[in-house]
């Protein structure tokens, strides 16, 4: 059977059902999307300027291996949009790489900001400092379920799906209202 030409959706249907030739052609079709969402998701998280390529294929690899290993393609719900979905996945994957390289981890119950690498806190302390003043100022400013997504996501430090199902809200609504905050966080004027 010739997957090249097969829609979208179909190639999914065939990648939940473990088709190894349908797999290879998602895969052919997708890991340009994943390492560029990766690589700019590096570039924006990570302190340093550049990124290397090595690890920005470690990450895509590992993506590709939990979507085949956990199915995790049975999650999508309009699998015409897996261009975001995946691009979404790619960031959260960095996000906890990073985390996992401990270049860039929660600071503690004092700011629930982005901690610098050890060799820019030094350089940056008196911006750090500032920082945490905002976010607690920003916090006492945000709504009662804001606030709520806030402590779950930033301080107990869950993942956008745990924080979904404990408040109940849809897992975009979590991600978008998290995105706001930093947004306002890093362009306040507190």
């Not at 790619?90 to 700011?111: P, T």
């Amino acid at each position: 059977m010739e997957y090249k030409n097969l829609p979208i959706s179909v190639l999914i249907d065939k990648c939940t059902a473990k088709d190894p030739l349908a797999w290879a052609e998602f895969v052919k079709r997708k890991l340009p999307l994943i390492t560029f969402a990766a690589r700019k998701a590096l570039l924006r998280y990570s302190a340093g300027g550049q990124v290397p390529e090595n690890e920005i294929k470690d990450i895509g690899q590992n993506i590709l291996v939990s979507l085949w290993r956990k199915n995790k393609l049975n999650e999508i719900k309009n699998k015409e949009c897996i261009d975001y979905w995946l691009a979404v996945i790619a960031r959260n994957a960095v996000i906890n790489h990073l985390k996992a390289r401990q270049k860039e981890v929660l600071m503690s119950d004092g700011s629930f900001f982005e901690k610098l690498p050890t060799k820019e806190i030094a350089r940056k302390a008196g911006e750090t400092e500032n920082m945490g003043k905002k976010i607690k100022e920003f916090y006492r400013l945000l709504m009662p379920r804001e606030k709520l997504i806030f402590k779950l996501y930033f301080k107990k430090e869950l993942n956008l799906r745990d924080v979904s199902k404990i408040i109940g809200i849809p897992l975009g609504t979590v991600s978008s209202a998290i995105t706001r905050m930093r947004k306002k966080i890093k362009c306040s004027k507190f």
